[in-house]
């Protein structure tokens, strides 16, 4: 069965601290991953996508790794901000018969306090 | 627009009651997807629209649950005889589908729908 795990499910940490939140996924055929950020009553917004070739890619302050072998992929922030604090959903696409289908991870709540 | 945009923002019915939500895409943006988000909860798909291929509708929870594409343009999810379970946000995506490779999906804002 096609699923995305994320780990944790919450975290609280102090502004300016890193955290990386964990994605294990076991989806096959595997086509990419993405990494969403979701502020309360808005729409989720992307962060980075990764196709099988790519292990690393950052935007900003955020860097996500890829292990394909292990099914394994991390989200990193460094040097966390109040503007951090959001849900952040891991979806696992997997492109089949044309389309192409998103699986999407509960997400992890990550709150930054001052 | 520049984005997608979902109307209403907000809904609430009574409980047996059909609603009708809109999703207007990015233009030119042949991918047209519908997710159901419950409150503190993860996002569940519902419906794949792709240019004029046959929908994925292999996420909609119900025969209760319907949407319409057309062409490339607006899209609008049907529920009908709303239970109180349809309490949701009800979020639009659409992406420009380019072969073999990774396409970047832009959501809505949601349609925030409440049944009594």
């Known amino acids: 069965k096609n699923q995305v795990e994320q780990s944790p499910q919450s975290l609280i940490i102090l502004e300016g601290k890193n955290c990386t939140l964990q994605c294990n996924y076991t989806v096959s055929p595997f086509s990419n991953l993405r990494w969403y950020k979701q502020d309360t009553g808005r729409g989720p917004v992307s962060l980075t996508i990764?196709?099988?070739?790519?292990n690393t890619k950052s935007n900003g302050r955020y860097t996500a790794t890829l292990d394909a072998d292990t099914k394994q992929s991390s989200l990193h922030i460094t040097a966390s901000q109040l503007s951090d604090s959001a849900s952040y959903i891991c979806?696992?696409?997997?492109?089949?018969?044309?389309?192409?289908?998103?699986?999407f991870g509960a997400g992890t709540r990550l709150a930054v306090h001052p | 627009g520049a984005g997608v945009s979902q109307s209403p923002s907000n809904k609430v019915t009574e409980k047996g009651k059909d609603v009708e939500l809109r999703c207007d895409p990015i233009s030119g943006h042949t991918a047209l997807y519908w997710y159901r988000q419950r409150l503190g909860q993860g996002l569940e798909f519902l419906i794949y629209f792709q240019g004029n291929s046959a929908p994925d509708k292999s996420g909609l929870p119900s025969d209760r649950f319907s949407a319409e594409r057309t062409g490339e343009s607006v899209s609008t999810l049907t529920i009908q005889r709303t239970q109180q379970e349809d309490s949701a946000v009800y979020l639009c995506?659409?992406?420009?589908?380019?072969?073999?490779?990774?396409?970047?999906?832009?959501f809505g804002p949601g349609t925030r729908l409440t049944v009594l």
């Open positions: 979806v696992v696409s997997s492109l089949s018969g044309g389309y192409n289908k998103l699986i």
């Open positions: 995506a659409s992406s420009h589908r380019l072969a073999g490779g990774p396409h970047e999906q832009f």
């Open positions: 990764m196709t099988f070739s790519e």
